[in-house]
């Protein structure tokens, strides 16, 4: 398994135990950020090593090269001078290092291919972490809304029961027959306290005062003549005057305005 295959198997894993676990979504989601940048942190690590491999490789080819042209340039100098034993040496040393070199710089072509790969993987694993970074106060107040919600359906499922209602207007209904009670009461009280025939006698002297108000009101107003102050006294007792009297007087009075 490749370095970019055991950071998203790492990664994966991490993510499904928070999932599972979750309960606070705003929690879930800043722990999944703060997650994500330290796979980010380790992957840059294990990129950074593949680069530094990659840099060796290169450097390893490049000495080795170098070695193959000093061993050709030695086994040119030995035959200027006549040494054919030891340019034959230095030729079989330059072939060595050539082919260590060639191998070289084959192995590390193919490391540099890998290098950009997890250098590109990284890349879009440092871009997506900075989408999910602007998404996640997104996610967080869609969470909030939906959570928002399902509080107020649970509300009004609750209120959707008639249980509470119901009780609600049976208790009005007993505060309402207990205030009938106590007028009901209040008026047995005044009724049956006190002196009745006092009581009468009042409400005919308060029924005569009406009828002396009426008349008084009249005369002030031209419809009848002005009376004697006996008659107005003798009103005011309230035992003569009637509502019949004053609706007689009214008559007369009416048949006086008809004579020519």
């Given amino acids: 398994m490749g370095i970019w295959e055991r950071v998203s198997t790492m990664f994966r894993s991490n ?50 090269r170098k070695q193959a042209e000093d061993w050709e340039r030695r086994a040119m100098l030995a035959v200027q001078e006549g040494r054919d034993d030891l340019a034959k040496q230095a030729l079989t040393r330059y072939n060595e290092s050539l082919q260590g070199a060639q191998q070289l710089h084959e192995t590390w072509v193919k490391h540099r291919a890998e290098t950009e790969n997890l250098k590109a993987s ?68 005044e009724e049956f306290q006190g002196d009745s025939l006092q009581r009468q006698f009042e409400a005919l002297e308060y ?6 108000a009426l008349l008084e009101l009249k005369r002030k107003m031209g419809m009848l003549p002005a009376g004697s102050a006996s008659e107005t006294r ?25 004579k020519p």
């Fill in 122 to 189: 990284l890349r879009q694993l440092n871009d997506r972490i900075e989408e999910a970074k602007r998404k996640k106060n997104i996610l967080i107040a869609r969470a909030k809304r939906a959570e928002a919600q399902q509080r107020i359906q649970e509300t009004m499922s609750g209120m959707s029961d008639k249980g509470a209602f119901e009780s609600f207007e049976r208790m009005a209904e007993k505060i309402e027959s207990q205030e009938r009670k106590a007028i009901a009461a209040a008026e047995l009280q």
């Fill in 15 to 64: 993510i499904n135990d928070l999932i599972s676990k979750a309960e606070n979504p705003e929690k879930m989601l800043n722990q999944l950020i703060i997650d994500m940048k330290s796979q980010l942190a380790k992957a840059k690590q294990q990129v950074a090593s593949a680069i530094a491999d990659e840099k060796k490789l290169q450097a390893d080819a490049e000495a080795l």
């Fill in 207 to 212: 029924k005569g005062s009406a009828d002396q």
């Fill in 234 to 258: 003798q009103l005011g007792a309230g035992g003569a005057a009637r509502s019949d009297d004053v609706h007689e007087a009214e008559l007369l009075e009416d048949g006086d305005d008809t």
